[in-house]
């Protein structure tokens, strides 16, 4: 199955959002986000990056169907809970590209579309001129009622794309996961690479 990748930016990355936010409910339903989502959240969340200069969608599209997408923004522009663990380290986030949600619907894993999503969202960092580049994973108890007894943790594939753990630096995150009544903050582990 051959997949097309598009880097969107501007009106394109503005078209896909509705896109985006079906898929980002459909994935993140799953371990280890179990992201009980909802459009009126997701289009409010989403609005941000079609108002960023210098955000980007990358999308794997099976024709005209966006299956897969990871995006990607200045970290000076993102939410204030995404920067403020950072800027407190003394980070300078003029300098550091956030990559954000990664998504793909599961059907079309394990066809090096991850690398894909890494490659094109640094490649855009880089002609922006960002040096640095994070993102965040949540993080869930090992003992955790709804992890799935086959699941592989995503760290040593991070690795080997030149991410490390920034020790003792998470951001914490409200969302609603399933089976609960409200949100409540999740952490997540900041990971760190130069560029």
Not at 27 to 37: A, E, K, Q, S, T
Request: glycine content about 10%.
């Amino acid at each position: 199955m051959t997949l097309k990748i598009r880097s969107l930016t501007g009106n394109d990355l503005k078209d896909a959002l509705d896109a985006l936010a079906d898929l980002r409910i459909s994935v993140f339903r799953d371990w280890p986000y179990l992201y009980d989502g909802s459009l009126e959240f997701e289009a409010r969340y989403l609005h941000r990056y079609g108002e960023t200069g210098g955000a980007v969608i990358v999308g794997a599209y099976d024709g005209s169907k966006l299956v897969g997408a990871a995006t990607g923004e200045p970290l000076g522009d993102e939410l204030h809970e995404f920067r403020a663990p950072l800027e407190e380290r003394g980070y300078d986030v003029a300098r550091i590209f956030y990559l954000a949600e990664s998504v793909l619907d599961p059907r079309y894993r394990g066809q090096g579309i991850g690398h894909r999503f890494f490659d094109e969202r640094e490649a855009h960092a880089r002609r922006l001129g960002f040096s640095e580049a994070v993102f965040c994973a949540v993080i869930r108890p090992d003992d955790h009622p709804m992890k799935p007894a086959d699941y592989r943790p995503l760290g040593p594939f991070w690795r080997k794309r030149g991410y490390q753990k920034l020790d003792g630096v998470q951001v914490r995150f409200p969302w609603q996961d399933l089976g609960d009544e409200k949100e409540t903050e999740k952490p997540m582990q900041v990971w760190f690479r130069t560029l």
